[in-house]
């Protein structure tokens, strides 16, 4: 069995490197894949403010993160049936009626990055890459804007509720309480195909923005004109060469400000501490 990694203990510097060199390969993997089928694909997050600030990970990141308009990120998973390496794990709702993120994550097989906040109930729970949807959006501001940002929301807090009832029941509010006792019989994929439906209910290609409605950062900050994704330009990271938006020092600073350039306060740089972590058939600890 994996050993704990106890709660406010860091990694070890061996642990780290490793952890970010099977994170590397599978994002590796999954560029191949897309760039055979013609797929946009383009670093975003951390993994895009490493690739410009530090030509590879932001030294105390522990996660990789890369985003797909709609289309592509359907295509990938449909290929990814038959074409992605036995080693990998393709984890969303439709190949585990548990998960609840409107977000695919590719997980190593044989390994565990658990972290604080993963559900006992996600049933893979190896190390991963987050792969994002951009859906199409007609405006940037206005009352359906907002009305629809603000409801995706609101499913996204309840499926997350619903799928840690159990650790999170005593913690929230009665209204909230009484709302998961309601929703008790309905099966948590019926409300993640709710989620992804309503996500990408906008699918005129003719649409001039792009939001990415899975982001930490919010659907306000994160619905951007495309033309600041595309046309496609490439950057080094780690040593290899990978998609990114075509006005990528546009939208660091949206999402990080103008000084994007300069390290955080020593406080500010965390990792994600895993609760246990395991590489290949070897446990660490």
């Known amino acids: 069995m994996p050993t704990k990694v ?32 013609n797929l946009t694909y383009y670093l975003i997050g951390g993994t895009l403010l490493g690739a410009i600030r530090h030509d590879g990970f932001i030294p105390w990141d522990d996660d990789i993160d890369i985003a797909m308009p709609r289309k592509d990120f359907e295509a990938f998973q449909k290929i990814a049936k038959t074409e992605l390496p036995e080693s990998l794990f393709l984890h969303y709702g439709t190949t585990d009626p548990e998960y609840y993120l409107p977000i ?22 190896g190390i991963f890459i987050d792969i994002f949807p951009l859906d199409n959006a007609k405006k940037n501001a206005g009352f359906l804007f907002h009305t629809k940002g603000r409801i995706l929301k609101q499913i996204r807090s ?5 799928i840690n009832e159990e650790t999170t029941l005593h913690n929230i509010a009665p209204w909230k309480k009484a709302l998961l006792k309601l929703t008790k019989l309905v099966p948590t994929s019926a409300f993640f195909r709710l989620l992804t439906n309503y996500m990408q209910s906008n699918n005129d290609d003719n649409a001039p923005f792009y939001v990415n409605y899975g982001s930490q950062y919010g659907y ?34 949206r999402i990080y400000g103008k000084n994007y350039m300069d390290l955080p306060p020593v406080e500010k740089r965390i990792t994600h501490k895993p609760k246990r972590i395991q590489l290949k058939e070897e446990i660490i600890s």
């Open 158 to 162: 309840l499926l997350f509720l619903k």
């Open 220 to 253: 306000k900050k994160q619905t951007m004109l495309k033309t600041m994704y595309d046309p496609i330009a490439t950057t080094e990271f780690e040593g290899y060469t990978f998609q990114i938006p075509g006005k990528t020092e546009q939208l660091l600073e």
């Open 6 to 37: 106890n709660k406010g203990d860091h990694l070890t510097t061996e642990m780290f490197e490793q952890l970010k060199k099977v994170e590397l390969s599978i994002l590796l993997d999954v560029a191949r894949l897309c760039e055979k089928h």
């Open 104 to 125: 695919i994550k590719i997980k190593k097989n044989g390994t565990i990055f658990e972290e604080e906040s993963a559900s006992p109930n996600i049933k893979h729970k």
